[in-house]
């Protein structure tokens, strides 16, 4: 069913400004089951308001009803308010934001369809803190856009594209919004706290995506031509514009800008320093590049981090933080010093820099989020995101690196559980592909290892951050070189002594489940049982249903169009030849890879009379949004693994 702005209210409902006393949830000591893994994290995502006196958060109940609700605290009040909730059926919090003291933006995205076809919209809310007053609204009018921009008949998918904050009109952001024409935005200046907009500059020369600088004046347009992948970087000059780069986004390296320094002049942007990205910095007068910071055999693809009190460029989000402002080098080699086990990230200030917030993992700590207070010295817990899990049952990571068959050095992360190997072993391909996995807690990894079972995860050729080529290996390349790199991984744990060739199976989820499937068809006799949630099992039907889309040219570039080519990559076309087991679960409101990917490769597999299991979550995503989801996940795979892996 479509869901209009007009109602989206009604399914992200909203909460009287409900009082309770706050708290915090001490660490049981429990053993822990596939509940306490699967369970939605307690608390996430917290932010300071500007001020540094309230935090927003989203915290996860179940009881009486499996709930999502944002809500704010007030340190100064001791007060606790409960702002909108949602089922996760139809509707989520995307993501928030404080916008000033009193009032946050909020984002939510819920299901759609445009014809026939299943899409994510986005809507842009203004909540106030506590709820009273004009409460929560939608902040775009769209009866009031529509009439501006003379275009009735469009309605935008995604509206929540703020490009400015303006932290210095703390009643006004800048939103990017195809008001006019599909995928072609115009910049509108929006009033937070009664939804009146103005047109700042109209949509124009294939402009996809607009930045501004930090006196809030756009000055880049990023076009894009998605038949060609010809991209081009604009720089507004007054009535003209000059190119600044320009470049194939399908197979060229490009540059990529970042933000602006608070010095309108100097602009960051993301180039390659031979196979690997890295940052520089740009003077628009001079025309001089700089390189800022680089990491040697890895990409930096994090984005810039800006302070609040001088509103300049200080950093950039690269495994962590980066910090080239000395000011937060100290804060953070202070954190460091005093939690030196685990990973610490500063992830929200006040404008004076007084109050922060910090988030810290580790492998074996689930993340706890702290409040850092600089003038009196004190950092206190504040949330925990998984405190019913049994921290003793908990492996580290090691990065490890293996040879391919044809000599390229693959890394991988390990995890063992206790005691002497050879374990019982899951080879766990990330999704994406173009992705990666990292050390710190993983709640599926740390499921896994609970279970007594060792976990590879290796970061094969398409993953993201190891430089150009090693990512262009996806273009046309699934089920070909990037699965003989996780076949590979599989023999290196046997040969290592970690795993006995005959006690692994192989988990993924959206490319890692295709990776999971596909290793069933190529590697028939590798794998005692595969996993796939949400897994991509034909490529061709992939590629057709990108036709509805703009990106339809990109998809591709990077799956291929040749149709004999395709099914020959795609388990579902070569599932005669299957021997493993297989569990195949998947959401039934999907966006990202559609259910039928998983309903065609069980009617093939019945027809084949394979042994296989289908689980269809009612309502489910591609993200186990639903608790009830993700726990039913976690006991048909718990079930499913014990009946073949032996211990």
């Not at 019913?388 to 559980?417: C, F, M, N, W």
């Not at 150009?468 to 002594?497: C, N, P, R, Y």
């Not at 027809?607 to 269809?616: A, H, M, P, Q």
Request: proline letters at 4%; hydrophobic letters at 35%.
């Amino acid at each position: 069913m479509h869901h209009s702005p007009s109602n989206l209210l009604i399914q992200l409902l909203l909460l009287c400004a409900a009082v309770i006393s706050f708290s915090v949830t001490a660490q049981q000591e429990e053993p822990s089951s596939y509940l306490d893994f699967s369970a939605l994290p307690a608390y996430g995502t917290p932010a300071l308001a500007p001020d540094g006196t309230k935090v927003a958060f989203v915290q996860n109940v179940t009881s009486p009803n499996e709930l999502t609700m944002l809500a704010t605290y007030d340190f100064k009040e001791g007060k606790k308010y409960y702002l909108l909730q949602t089922d996760n059926e139809e509707v989520h919090v995307n993501w928030y934001k404080w916008v000033n003291n009193e009032r946050l933006i909020v984002s939510a995205l819920y299901q759609s369809r445009r014809g026939k076809t299943k899409v994510k919209d986005t809507r842009l809310l203004s909540v106030r803190f506590d709820g009273g007053g004009k409460g929560t609204f939608n902040l775009i009018h769209w009866q009031r856009l529509k009439s501006r921009a003379g275009n009735p008949t469009h309605t935008p998918q995604f509206q929540d594209e703020v490009i400015d904050w303006m932290p210095d009109d703390p009643e006004h952001i800048l939103v990017s919004i195809d008001a006019e024409v599909l995928g072609l935005p115009s910049v509108y200046k929006v009033n937070v706290n009664t939804g009146s907009l103005s047109r700042v500059i109209r949509g124009k020369k294939g402009i996809r995506d607009w930045v501004t600088d930090r006196q809030h004046n756009v000055r880049i347009g990023i076009s894009l031509d998605y038949d060609t992948g010809e991209r081009e970087v604009l720089l507004k000059k007054g009535d003209s514009w000059e190119t600044l780069f320009a470049y194939n986004a399908m197979t060229d390296k490009g540059e990529y800008p970042m933000g602006f320094a608070l010095d309108p002049n100097i602009l960051y942007y993301r180039g390659y320093k031979g196979d690997f990205k890295a940052v520089y910095k740009l003077n628009l007068k001079t025309k001089e590049r700089t390189e800022v910071y680089s990491d040697d055999g890895y990409d930096v693809n994090g984005s810039l981090i800006y302070s609040p009190l001088t509103n300049d460029a200080i950093g950039v989000r690269h495994d962590g933080r980066f910090y080239w402002d000395t000011r937060y080098v100290a804060l953070q080699n202070g954190l460091d010093q005093s939690l030196p086990d685990y990973n610490n990230t500063l992830v929200s200030f006040s404008d004076d820099e007084q109050t922060y917030l910090v988030y810290s993992e580790s492998d074996t700590l689930p993340g706890v989020f702290l409040l850092g207070d600089r003038k009196a010295g004190r950092l206190d817990a504040l949330f925990h995101q998984y405190p019913q899990i049994d921290t003793t049952t908990l492996s580290k990571h090691s990065l490890i690196s293996y040879e391919a068959r044809d000599g390229v050095s693959v890394e991988a992360y390990l995890t063992l559980p206790e005691g002497e190997g050879p374990f019982p072993t899951i080879i766990h391909p990330h999704g994406g592909p173009g992705a990666r996995d990292f050390s710190g807690f993983d709640y599926w990894t740390a499921y896994f290892t609970s279970k007594g079972y060792a976990v590879l995860r290796p970061n094969f050729r398409g993953s993201q951050g190891y430089g150009f080529s090693f990512a262009q290996s996806q273009m046309k390349g699934w089920g070909l070189a990037m699965q003989d790199d996780i076949t590979d991984a599989a023999h290196w744990m046997v040969e290592q002594g970690h795993a006995e060739k005959d006690n692994m199976c192989i988990v993924g989820a959206s490319y890692g489940g295709y990776a999971a499937l596909m290793a069933t068809v190529k590697t028939p006799n590798l794998f005692k049982c595969a996993v796939s949630f949400a897994g991509v099992s034909s490529l061709k039907h992939m590629v057709l249903s990108a036709r509805r889309f703009l990106n339809n040219e990109f998809v591709k570039n990077q799956i291929g169009d040749d149709f004999d080519d395709l099914e020959a990559r795609s388990p579902y076309y070569n599932a005669e030849n299957i021997k493993t087991p297989i569990l195949l679960v998947h959401g039934e409101e999907d966006r990202v890879v559609r259910v039928r990917q998983s309903r065609y490769m069980a009617d093939e597999l019945d027809d084949l009379d394979k042994t296989y299991n289908f689980v269809e979550l009612e309502n489910g995503d591609h993200y186990l949004s639903i608790q009830r989801n993700r726990h039913r996940f976690f006991q048909e795979m718990d079930t499913f693994l014990d009946r073949y892996l032996t211990k």
